[in-house]
């Protein structure tokens, strides 16, 4: 069983940035693809980011290409989520997961979650 820890979020003002984290416990870490999801009120589940168990392969969603960063150490069982202009559409709780996958295709194909931290992006 793998438990999933994030934090880093918070309050912050448009085009500011945030670096979310999450630690992982009970499991071989490196074994793991790890992804960044969110959860806006009223809005489903999406995808924000992925990064293979390497860090060699890394995938962002469209909304928040060229703005977000995801990597890993696996030596230190963590995966951060680096935010930078932030804008008030980004504002949601952030999920961390963890998949046995290699290509997990969606939310539903991860295996483990933490419980969120919001990040809330005023305008």
């Known amino acids: 069983q793998v438990q999933l820890v994030e934090s880093g979020g918070g309050l912050v003002q448009a085009g500011g940035s945030l670096r979310l984290s999450c630690v992982a416990s009970g499991g071989t870490f490196s074994t793991y693809t790890m992804g960044w999801f969110r959860q806006a009120p009223g809005k489903e589940r999406e995808s924000v980011a992925r990064?293979?168990?390497?860090?060699?392969?890394?995938v962002q969603a469209d909304s928040v290409k060229g703005r977000c960063t995801i990597s890993r150490d696996n030596a230190k069982n963590t995966v951060w989520l680096q935010m930078n202009s932030l804008k008030p559409e980004d504002t949601a709780v952030y999920y961390c997961a963890a998949s046995r996958r290699v290509v997990p295709r969606s939310h539903s194909e991860y295996d483990y979650w933490g419980q969120g931290t919001q990040v809330t992006v005023s305008s």
């Open positions: 990064i293979d168990w390497s860090g060699g392969n890394r």
